[in-house]
DNA sequence: TGGGTGACAACGC
DNA sequence: AGCGTTGCCACCC
């Protein structure tokens, strides 16, 4: 990744999760070069929507979903996730048994959900 | 300069 | 798992 934006980098690393994947805002961050900036990758991911980009990829640290239950972010993340296969029950990603330890903390199973 | 807000995270219980 | 607290960072008014 050459001199993009903070931004352009963050697009980026969402973009580079593979789908049936998902990463935290957390790790996104630090993927991107920013660590710490969890809330950047929020605020990033609110305004740019593009076509191309797996935002439902991207959860909180402890798995969940970030929208308010029930509402239409919400839904619409959790349709697109099962699409690709992953597990969602109530609100959050459920992580196979088969990754070893990773107790309610999402980055030591990241890239690799179910 | 000061205060409030978020698609957050880490901790403690 | 759930909840409250604190720390954070980039804006905004």
């Known amino acids: 990744m050459a001199d993009l ?3 352009e980098r963050i697009l ?6 593979p789908p049936g994947q998902v990463a ?3 790790h996104v961050a630090r ?3 920013l660590p710490g900036r969890a809330r950047m990758v929020a605020r990033v991911l609110r305004e740019h929507s593009a076509p191309d980009l797996p935002w ?4 909180r640290s402890d798995g969940k979903i970030a929208f308010p ?8 993340q959790t349709q697109r996730l099962r699409a690709e296969g992953v597990d969602v029950r109530a609100g959050r990603v459920r992580i196979a048994a088969s990754v070893p330890d990773l107790d309610g903390n999402l980055d ?3 890239w690799r959900p179910r």
């Open 108 to 110: 030591a199973a990241l």
């Open 5 to 7: 934006s903070p931004a």
């Open 31 to 33: 993927r991107a070069g």
């Open 24 to 26: 935290g805002y957390g």
């Open 12 to 17: 980026a690393a969402i973009r580079a999760i």
């Open 56 to 59: 439902h990829r991207v959860l």
């Open 69 to 76: 239950p029930n509402s239409k972010g919400y839904r619409e």
